[in-house]
């Protein structure tokens, strides 16, 4: 069964990257993110609800600035 996880990546520069993803386990939910930005360190991982949903809500914040 898949679950959402928070993925937060890091540029060598230091900018910052937050995605959702569905995996099965934490390691695919890294393997996904890795896969899709290469160039990108994770720097967290988590399936918390909380943090999902504080990550959602505040995208959905700055998109109705």
Known sequence: MTKKYLVSLLTASGKTKNIIV??????????????QFPSYEISRITCDEKDIRYFSTVKEMRKHK
Do not use: K, R
Request: charged share 20%.
């Open 22 to 35: 569905e995996a099965v386990s934490c390691n695919q939910a890294d393997e996904l993110a890795s896969q």
